[in-house]
């Protein structure tokens, strides 16, 4: 019997103490997040596979720390979104005032460009240019 493989993270338990920790100092509490097709947020905020949540009482409902999932109700640019974030893909969590939280390693897998399509007449030979009048 292997009994790391039975020990579960501590990620959410400090995820939640550093939320615990910014609501007790007055800070506004961000999570960093690593976006993939698992994680429901508006793409629209996406930047470089990562968004920024402000996860305090002010800017979201419904908060949800559980020890998988991060689920909240909030709105972006006046539309009430739900949220729902893996803990496996929280990059950290940190005061917006100060900075200071905690960061986590994330194994960022970003999935591929699409090949071209193969049916593009696609040229090896060197470029050429036609004046046309």
């Not at 970003?110 to 470029?127: F, L, Y």
Request: glycine share 4%; charged share 20%.
């Amino acid at each position: 019997m292997d009994f790391m493989s039975e020990v579960p993270s501590t990620k959410p338990y400090l995820i939640r103490a550093l939320h615990q920790w910014c609501m007790d100092h007055g800070f506004t509490p961000y999570i960093a997040v690593f976006v993939t097709e698992q994680v429901h947020v508006p793409m629209d905020y996406v930047n470089n596979n990562e968004i920024v949540l402000n996860i305090s009482p002010d800017a979201c409902q419904h908060l949800s720390l559980d020890n998988d999932w991060i689920t909240l109700k909030a709105r972006f640019a006046g539309v009430p979104r739900d949220i729902n974030v893996p803990m496996s893909h929280v990059m950290a969590i940190y005061a917006k005032e100060n900075g200071q939280g905690m960061s986590f390693p994330v194994e960022k897998i970003i999935p591929p460009e699409p090949a071209p399509d193969k049916n593009i007449g696609i040229s090896k030979g060197r470029p050429s240019l036609k004046l046309v009048k």
